[in-house]
T-cell receptor, first 114, second 112 residues
Framework: DAGITQSPRYKITETGRQVTLMCHQT?????MFWYRQDLGHGLRLIYY???????DKGEVPDGYVVSRSKTENFPLTLESATRSQTSVYFC?????????????FGPGTRLTVT | QKEVEQNSGPLSVPEGAIASLNCTYS??????FFWYRQYSGKSPELIMF????GDKEDGRFTAQLNKASQYVSLLIRDSQPSDSATYLC????????????FGKGTRLSVIA
């Protein structure tokens, strides 16, 4: 049972380059989320998706693009990376249903933009 | 802007003591409350969930919720060095399908 995986786990890229972070879950959860975690800011929501082809902005969406053509995948693209996007990125998922359901997190991707 | 506030710490307690972590939230309509534990370099993992006013116990952990005062707390009894981590409070709004809003976390250090 793989659960939720993220790739790559570590990435170094240069300012201005496009980079895509992958998230894959095997539970068929309806909801998927992207957060970034920075010192002093905690976990901040970038984008989330309620189902395939349905996405919505979170707290800090600028500079990011998401898509969700399949339920199990939710890639996050930085179209033109900036140093301020250096962060740890966590993908999460949860099933649709009652508010009692927790969000399950992937292992994270540590991204450095030079 | 829905906010979740936590004392960033670090909170230091001796081994065997009770650690008390607190969290306040701004959205009075919030319905579900979660405590996640995050070890350094790892992803958050759920340790407690609470939905109703009062206390909920699970082993050494007790979550307390007071909706009127808009706070939720986590007590860790018989603290162990392995409990040293950052504890994140998360809140879900009135609609069951809204994303969790996280506090910035409280760093707990249990001293042997």
């Amino acid at each position: 049972d793989a659960g939720i995986t993220q790739s790559p786990r570590y990435k170094i890229t240069e300012t201005g380059r496009q980079v895509t972070l992958m998230c894959h879950q095997t539970w068929s959860h309806s909801y998927m989320f992207w957060y970034r975690q920075d010192l002093g800011h905690g976990l901040r929501l970038i984008y989330y998706s309620a189902a395939a082809d349905i996405t919505d902005k979170g707290e800090v969406p600028d500079g990011y693009v998401v898509s969700r053509s399949k339920t199990e995948n939710f890639p996050l693209t930085l179209e033109s990376a900036t140093r301020s996007q250096t962060s740890v990125y966590f993908c999460a998922s949860r099933p649709v249903g009652t508010e009692r359901y927790e969000q399950y997190f992937g292992p994270g991707t540590r991204l450095t933009v030079t | 802007q829905k906010e979740v506030e936590q004392n960033s710490g670090p909170l230091s307690v001796p081994e065997g003591a009770i650690a008390s972590l607190n969290c306040t939230y701004s959205d009075r309509g919030s319905q579900s409350f979660f405590w996640y534990r995050q070890y350094s370099g790892k992803s958050p993992e759920l340790i407690m969930f609470i939905y109703s006013n009062g206390d909920k116990e699970d082993g050494r952990f007790t979550a307390q919720l007071n909706k009127a005062s808009q706070y939720v707390s986590l007590l860790i009894r018989d603290s162990q060095p392995s409990d040293s981590a950052t504890y994140l409070c998360a809140v879900r709004g009135k609609s069951g399908n809204t994303p969790l809003v996280f506090g910035k976390g409280t760093r707990l250090s249990v001293i042997a």
